[in-house]
């Protein structure tokens, strides 16, 4: 985190008049004593900045101001310094006490508005007063997030999260790239695309399209074969492929004809990394290993209709996660934008790879996920869990590797299952 410079962080500025609770509220979404709170008004005279890594968005910086109304020849000087900071941020937090809403608020909106940068609204201090009602509504049809807090006491910070995620510009969601930072340009990737019944006809599957893509972008080359030439296909090449990606399915015939000196991983795990939080997933496909029978576990895919191979998420998943446990499971499954509302029921979440989505709402599912404390995984990273074969596909990923191991290194080595279809 230390290491992303400055220009790549979203820079989150908290706006507003002076003792409305700016400084707490950036203490509690932190949840870091970072700015001195007093109920002296004026007490935040500079900007204070904390950098700190917002899951999942990734590095941000938030700026706490002085108030904005401050008064007197000094005060003019912090009203000055403070709007400066206008031209600095990519994202605002407007706060109001609850039942101070006024002039001074429409300006600053209006003034954020003409720089064209996203605000969100909180009113704190909701334990004392309601929010004006008339308000609320007028900032629903302009469509600023307005979120309530009682910022001392640390409440209404998963919402405020899951606001600014919505809110975000594009460009700070912007996903990890999907396989170039993996290769040096100019050598050669191997991709293994089983072409079964389930392979839909005449072309190739969006993930494995976006992938070849990303190589030619890089610079280097892929072959891609099919699982049944793989071995054939190696051991024509003069010298040993940069990468392997194989489609999940074939997991475990291709990593026994990968030699294990070449980095292996799947389809699935790249676009977990790009559309979602590799980390996050790790951490999820642990959680494989601590179900018991009768778990609940909530299955989603993003589409109404996968076109993908169809029964990975209906059929498949369900039976290996049901081997791996030595049990029946509680599972639910949910197609398209049919997201529970409570999630806290489930002992685990196992989504599609989302190919079809962009970085955005996955990250909202994830976010949802984490407020609620049930972990997520994905397909990819189930399948390779249950195989026995995570920590291998993990390795081109320096840091969810380092992940997994703080996580307890659970790697289920021992519990690899073995029906596992098509290789
Ligand atoms: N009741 C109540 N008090 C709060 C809440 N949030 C903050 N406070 C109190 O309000 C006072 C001001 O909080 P600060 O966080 O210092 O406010 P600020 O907007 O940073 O103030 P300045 O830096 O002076 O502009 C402190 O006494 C806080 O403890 C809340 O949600 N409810
Ligand atoms: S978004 Fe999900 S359900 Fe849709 S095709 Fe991609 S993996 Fe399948
Ligand atoms: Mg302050």
């Known amino acids: 985190m230390k290491n992303t410079p400055k220009g790549l962080r979203l820079h989150i500025g908290l706006f507003g008049r002076r003792n409305v609770g700016k400084s707490s509220v950036l203490n509690a979404l932190t949840r870091q004593d970072v700015s001195i709170v007093?109920?002296?008004?004026?007490?935040?005279?500079?900007?204070?900045?904390?950098?700190?890594?917002?899951?999942?968005?990734?590095?941000?910086?938030?700026?706490?101001?002085?108030g904005l109304d401050d008064i007197g020849a000094l005060g003019e000087q912090r009203v000055a310094r403070t709007r400066a900071i206008f031209d600095r941020v990519d994202m605002g937090i407007l706060v109001s006490a609850a039942d101070d809403w006024g002039d001074f608020e429409e300006t600053i909106l209006r003034e954020m508005h003409g720089r064209k940068i996203p605000v969100i609204v909180v009113f704190n201090k909701t334990d004392l007063a309601a929010p004006p009602a008339d308000v609320e509504v007028r900032l629903a049809a302009t469509d600023i997030p307005v979120v309530h807090t009682v910022a001392s006491r640390g409440t209404g910070m998963h919402n405020l999260r899951e606001a600014l995620i919505?809110?975000?510009?594009?460009?700070?969601?912007?996903?990890?790239?999907?396989?170039?930072?993996?290769?040096?340009?100019?050598?050669?990737?191997?991709l293994v695309v089983p072409i079964d019944l389930e392979a839909p006809k005449g072309r190739l599957i969006l993930p494995q399209v976006q992938v070849i893509r990303d190589i030619l972008d890089s610079d280097a080359y892929c072959l891609v074969v099919k699982e049944r030439e793989l071995r054939e296909a190696l051991g024509r090449l003069t010298r040993p492929p940069a990468l392997v990606v194989t489609d999940s399915q074939a997991f475990l015939k291709v990593e026994a004809d990968t030699p294990r000196a070449v980095p292996l991983t799947s389809f699935s795990i790249l676009m977990a990394r790009a559309r979602g939080d590799l980390n996050e997933f790790v951490r999820g496909a642990q959680a494989i290993s601590r179900l018991k029978p009768d778990d609940p576990v909530l299955i989603a895919e993003a589409c109404a209709h996968h076109p993908m191979a169809d029964d990975i998420g209906r059929v498949k998943i369900p039976r290996w996660l049901r081997q791996f446990v030595g049990?029946?499971?509680?599972?639910?499954?949910?197609?398209?934008?049919?997201?529970?509302?409570?999630?806290?029921?489930?002992?685990?979440?196992?989504?599609?790879?989302?190919?079809?989505?962009?970085?955005?709402?996955?990250?909202?599912?994830?976010?949802?996920?984490?407020?609620?404390?049930?972990?997520?995984?994905?397909?990819?990273?189930?399948?390779?869990?249950?195989?026995?074969?995570?920590?291998?596909?993990?390795?081109?990923?320096?840091?969810?590797t380092l992940a997994a191991a703080a996580a307890g290194g659970e790697?289920?080595?021992?519990?690899?299952?073995?029906?596992?279809?098509?290789?």
Not at 168 to 186: K, N, S, T, Y
Not at 413 to 423: A, E, N, P, T, V
Request: proline letters at 11%; hydrophobic letters at 40%.
């Open 411 to 423: 790697t289920h080595g021992s519990r690899r299952l073995s029906d596992l279809g098509h290789g």
């Open 327 to 400: 049990g029946d499971l509680r599972i639910t499954q949910v197609q398209g934008h049919d997201f529970p509302e409570d999630l806290s029921s489930f002992k685990l979440v196992i989504h599609c790879g989302a190919c079809m989505w962009n970085r955005r709402e996955m990250l909202s599912r994830i976010l949802r996920c984490r407020q609620a404390g049930v972990p997520i995984t994905n397909y990819g990273m189930a399948i390779a869990c249950s195989l026995g074969i995570l920590e291998r596909a993990l390795q081109p990923f320096p840091a969810a």
């Open 38 to 66: 007093s109920p002296v008004p004026g007490t935040t005279t500079d900007p204070v900045e904390k950098p700190m890594e917002l899951l999942p968005i990734g590095p941000v910086l938030f700026i706490d101001t002085a």
């Open 166 to 190: 919505r809110r975000a510009p594009e460009e700070f969601l912007r996903a990890p790239p999907l396989v170039g930072d993996l290769i040096p340009p100019g050598e050669l990737v191997v």
